[in-house]
């Protein structure tokens, strides 16, 4: 896929500096343009990936849970589609409780909160985000 194909090239590393002890101001006029052309490469490669990053963030008051009970909500997140990797996270700590995301339309991701603690729990109110990722 193309976004496998450049993520060993995002991550591959910069020049040295400098690349040898510099003798002259060619040298370091010839470091700072291979500087320069991989701040390029790697400005344009990072270009390519953003646009298949999303996210949004909503106000979420999580009702109360009984042990193994769950509760799903949603979060619009434009541009997010059906087959794309999704994920949550939640301002506050979540005491044993579970979430998952995933993207359940066109523009929506669902977040399910799920108890398993043993316990009934009562989050209070706090920011959910969700984010989403295209895979070519």
């Not at 010839?30 to 909503?58: I, K, N």
């Not at 979060?75 to 993207?103: E, H, K, P, R």
Request: charged share 20%.
């Amino acid at each position: 896929s193309a976004t496998g194909d450049l993520m060993p090239q995002i991550l591959s590393s910069p020049p040295l500096y400098p690349p040898t002890p510099v003798r002259v101001w060619e040298d370091l006029d010839e470091h700072l343009r291979v500087m320069w052309d991989y701040l390029e490469r790697l400005r344009v490669r990072v270009g390519q990936l953003l646009p298949m990053f999303r996210s949004a963030s909503a106000t979420y008051d999580p009702p109360s849970l009984l042990d193994g009970a769950g509760a799903t909500t949603t979060v619009a997140v434009t541009g997010a589609l059906l087959g794309d990797l999704a994920w949550a996270s939640f301002s506050l700590d979540l005491q044993g409780v579970t979430v998952t995301a995933y993207v359940s339309a066109t523009d929506v991701v669902s977040v399910r909160f799920q108890n398993e603690s043993g316990g009934t729990l009562d989050l209070a109110s706090g920011t959910l985000r969700a984010a989403t990722y295209r895979l070519d």
